[in-house]
Structures are given as structure tokens and as C-alpha cells.
């Protein structure tokens, strides 16, 4: 398999610029730039404070203690530039410019984060917390309702009968029963190719299956949605021209009858000449319902880092669409007048959404965003708004240092004409699916965000009050990589973990008489 010459290898690492041809991707055994912030942590700070931020004889913990003047990342970085010099650290505000004391901050904030640049976690243990967990406002329990699925599955969806069908990326749908069964692969549904490779320790693919969502008149009409990675060989030009297949996302949507995949029907799908050689890691890839009959989903910048794409409307890449149930395009989508625009685009500048939801009791569709090296957004989407990408970004590059791909494509702009994120979390814990929590088995949750992360491996609970975050708690910390999370009929959460001893499927509920 071949490459573009604008091919990313990994949306979360470098972009490729060489004219590399004839190249094998499963063969590449590229390592990760050296990160030039803990190289100048290592030479200015680490005398003091250690090499791994532990403390040293003439300076205090970085990690592992409470940090007595804050924590956030903009606290950390005033304290290293104004010092502190009746304790004896120096003001370092004369000696590093500011984007170097900005990065050695994210790197402090990282490592108290418990996050690495080169670790994501896919081979972690993984550890079912037993007992009650006790948080603030509710008890829960916590068992595992199957184990031993594909390392890397992307969607869950409950059915009212209690089972859950199930995407899986290489492989495909299936249902997983209450006892923990799964099903044989459902027939007849669009492939999922299985031909991954690894990229410094990222798993990559192109075709793969993503989110699976129920009709929200499911049991009357039985439709059920399948977001997925469409994918072509000999079909565009950058295919002909490398000799590779490429693809896009796609949504249709079917019905299941007797373990096959009947009815199926075309809801949104990018014209071919769009489809591009980058990895579904880049690809958004989630589906959501509103209360008038509305379907949303995403789609990631599925190409380069500075991918201007993002910021043209006649391009598929970095939207965030909306189309009527059956795929007929609404009569009030904000560019149905603009000649040139995709008419499905409700907003754009989005670089990896990987959550979509839409709060029912608000009226507001709601994204989660994945940001380079800090930069995981919270967004609220509302309808022709640009949200910046890649023009504007609270994160920076994988190095460490600012992202600067404004300047480096000549583009000027106001920033006023963008969104600000209603949430910025940097440093980036790669925050992934979410919910608005509705159901009677933790009422105290009512409209509160629960999210998971990937790198972090964290499950976080928001609560806003008017569109400010007023409460972040953990629920489940260090678990493994949470890739999606949904509410089952009964008011249980159900957390999709993926890892490479096996995928599995969590059940969070409240605790039992026995339990207590």
C-alpha cells in the first residue's frame, strides 16, 4: 500500500509532507519526535525539581503533592515566569520566552495528569473497581457484562429487550445479550476491514465501522443507524494516482431480521472525489437524535493537522452535519443557499469530534472535541458557526510548541468570528463519547454530563449551570480507554472499554440491597 503525498500517518502525530512513494504502513517503525519540552524541562528545571518532577535537594515535588499557588495550567505557567525569589526560585520570565514556559507548563500539567506523550494506554490492565464506589451525590456498582471483544470496538447502542448491539471497528455489528453472549456477526452489513497496522503504538485502518444508534421511534419502526468508514480502491484521483484505497464516512441505516441486515437505505454519503487515505482515527464518527426528527453526526478532519479543508464549506471534512431522518436535507440548514456549500453542514472548524449528543430537556446539541497536545474541547453547537479549527486552538503541537498553521498557510482572520469551546481541557486527557444523563437509577446525575477519556482512562462527571462548568468530578479513574457511553432503558450506564487484552462492556448501576 501506497501513500498520498499529504498523507498523515496519524492525525495525532506529524504530518507527512515527503514525495515517499512505494512505501508499506505496516512496516514503518517511525518513532515519535523527541519532545523538545522535556528536553528543556530536563535542562532548566530538573536540577531543581528532579528528573521525574519528584523534588530534589534545593526544590519542591511537582507531582504527587498539591500545588500550593494552583494547578491549572495557566497558574503553573505564571508561577514559573514571575518565580518566587524570597523562596529562591528565579523568575525564568527573563530567560524563556513565552511559548517555552507555556510548554513547559502543559509538560508539568501532564505529568500530574498521569498522561504521557507516547502512551496511549491501548495495553494498560485493566481493573473492574469492586464493591461500592462512592461518589458525591451516588453509589454505584460496577460489573462487566462482556469480556474478550476485539481490541478496538467503537459503539454500543441498548435495545429495550435489555441486549445491546454492538459496532466493532475491523469487524463489524453484532448483539450482545443480557448473560453476556455475542452474537454472530450480523450479515449483510457494509464491510468493516480488518487490515489494520500499528503507527507508533497506534492502531490505524481505513473502513472500518463506527457508531450504531437507534431510531428514536425505534419500536415502531425498528430502524437502526450505522456510521461508518466507506471505503474504494481505483475510485478518485488520489486513489489512481497511489494505487491505495481511500474512504469517508458514511451513514445509512437498516433494519435486523433474522441476524441480516435488511432494508438498508443511503442516508448521507460525500462525493467519491472527498475520500482521502487518511486513517478513521481522524474520522468523528458518532451519531445523534434531536426531539423534531432531526439526525446529526461527524465528521473528523480526516487529513492533515493544518488541514484548510476544514474551513471550506464545499468539503466534507470537519463538519458536523444534519439531514432529516430518511436523509432528505432540511429546509432551515444554514448554507442551503450558499451555491457552494455541502447543503447537510449545520456547523464547521471541528477537528475530531468524538462525542455528539443532543440534551433533550435544553433543546441543544452538545460535542466532544479531540484537540492535539491539550485542546480537548466541550463545545455547544449551534447552527453556520465556525469553530475554529485549524486556525485556532487553546492547544499546541505535539512538540510542545504553538501552533502556528494560520501563519504557515497565509490565512488572516478575526477570532471573533469563531467559537470559543464552552470547556478547554488542556493538558488533553483525549476525551472520547458522552452522555446527558436521564434515568431513574441516579437522579441526582439529571442533565449532567458523564464523559470518558482515552489516554486518561477516566470516567468524569460535568454539571453545567447555564452553559458555565460548575462541577468536575471523577467517577472512575484509570480504568482503561473508555470509547463510548450509553444509558440502557432501565437507567443503567453502560461504558464501552477498549484494550488490547479484549474490548469489553461495563454496567453502572445502583447498588442492590445485597450490595449494601
Known amino acids: 500500500m501506497k501513500f498520498h503525498k499529504y498523507f498523515i500517518i496519524s492525525a495525532f502525530l506529524l504530518a507527512v509532507y515527503s514525495e515517499v512513494k512505494a512505501v508499506n504502513l505496516r512496516d514503518l517503525n517511525i518513532p515519535i519526535q523527541k519532545d523538545f519540552v522535556a528536553k528543556i524541562y530536563k535542562k532548566e528545571c530538573s536540577v531543581c525539581h528532579g528528573e521525574t518532577l519528584r523534588g530534589a535537594a534545593q ?27 524570597d523562596k529562591g526560585m528565579p523568575a525564568w520570565s ?40 462512592r461518589t458525591k451525590e451516588h453509589d454505584f456498582t460496577v460489573e462487566t457484562v462482556i469480556s474478550d471483544l476485539d481490541a478496538l470496538p467503537f459503539g454500543i447502542a441498548p435495545l429495550p429487550d435489555g441486549t445491546i448491539l454492538l459496532t466493532e471497528k475491523r469487524l463489524g455489528l453484532s448483539i450482545v445479550s443480557q448473560d453476556g453472549d455475542r ?10 476491514y480488518d487490515d489494520s497496522f500499528q503507527f507508533v503504538g497506534q492502531p490505524m485502518g481505513l473502513g472500518w465501522m463506527m457508531d450504531v444508534a437507534l431510531h428514536p421511534d425505534y419500536l415502531n419502526n425498528s430502524w437502526i443507524y450505522l456510521h461508518f468508514g466507506d471505503r474504494c480502491s481505483d475510485c478518485n484521483e488520489m486513489s489512481l494516482n497511489e494505487d491505495q484505497p481511500v474512504s469517508m464516512n458514511k451513514l445509512v441505516r437498516g433494519r435486523i431480521k433474522g441476524g441480516a441486515w435488511v432494508d438498508e437505505e443511503v442516508i448521507w454519503e460525500a462525493d467519491k472525489e472527498t475520500y482521502t487515505s ?39 471534512y470537519g463538519k458536523i452535519m444534519r439531514v ?43 460535542s466532544s472535541e479531540m484537540g492535539p497536545r491539550g ?7 449551534q447552527p453556520g458557526l465556525n469553530y475554529g479549527w485549524p486556525l485556532i486552538s487553546k ?11 494560520a501563519k504557515l498557510l497565509g490565512i488572516e482572520f478575526d477570532v471573533k468570528d469563531m467559537v470559543q469551546p464552552l470547556v478547554d481541557l488542556t493538558p488533553a486527557p483525549a476525551i472520547s ?12 446525575w439529571s442533565g449532567n454530563i458523564i464523559i470518558g477519556s482515552l489516554r486518561a482512562s477516566d470516567l468524569m462527571r460535568f454539571e453545567f449551570k447555564e452553559n458555565n462548568l460548575v462541577t468536575r468530578e471523577f467517577l472512575l479513574e484509570n480504568i482503561a480507554r473508555f470509547r463510548d457511553i450509553e444509558v440502557g432503558y432501565d437507567g443503567s450506564i453502560y461504558v464501552l472499554l477498549e484494550n488490547d487484552s479484549g474490548g469489553r462492556i461495563l454496567k453502572i448501576s445502583r447498588p442492590s440491597t445485597k450490595d449494601l
Not at 183 to 192: F, H, Q, V, Y
Not at 286 to 314: C, T, W
Not at 375 to 381: F, V
Open 59 to 85: 526544590g519542591t515535588p511537582l507531582v504527587g503533592i498539591e500545588l500550593q499557588h494552583g494547578s491549572e495550567i495557566i497558574e503553573i505557567a505564571k508561577n514559573i515566569s514571575q518565580g518566587f525569589p
Open 94 to 133: 527573563s530567560v524563556l520566552n513565552e511559548n517555552k514556559i507555556f510548554a513547559i507548563a502543559m509538560y508539568i500539567a501532564e505529568q500530574r495528569q498521569g498522561t504521557n506523550l507516547e502512551d496511549f494506554r491501548y495495553d494498560a490492565s485493566v481493573v473492574v473497581p469492586p464493591g461500592i464506589i
Open 183 to 192: 452474537s454472530e456477526l450480523i450479515t449483510g452489513t457494509p464491510r468493516a
Open 278 to 316: 487518511m486513517p478513521e482515527i481522524a474520522a468523528g464518527g458518532r451519531i445523534a437524535f434531536d426531539n423534531d426528527g432531526f439526525v446529526y453526526f461527524s465528521v473528523g478532519m480526516k487529513g492533515p493537522m493544518e488541514h484548510i479543508g476544514v474551513q471550506d464549506l464545499s468539503l466534507p
Open 324 to 366: 432529516h431522518d430518511d436523509g432528505r436535507i432540511p429546509l432551515d440548514n444554514p448554507f442551503l443557499k450558499n451555491p457552494n456549500a455541502i447543503k447537510a453542514i449545520w456547523s464547521y472548524g471541528h477537528r475530531n469530534p468524538q462525542g455528539l449528543e443532543f440534551n433533550n430537556e435544553t433543546n441543544e446539541l452538545w
Open 375 to 381: 485542546g480537548d474541547e466541550i463545545n455547544l453547537i
Open 395 to 405: 492547544g499546541v503541537d505535539y512538540t510542545g510548541k504553538p501552533l502556528n498553521f
Open 433 to 444: 463519547s458522552f452522555i446527558f444523563y436521564q434515568g431513574n437509577q441516579f437522579p441526582e
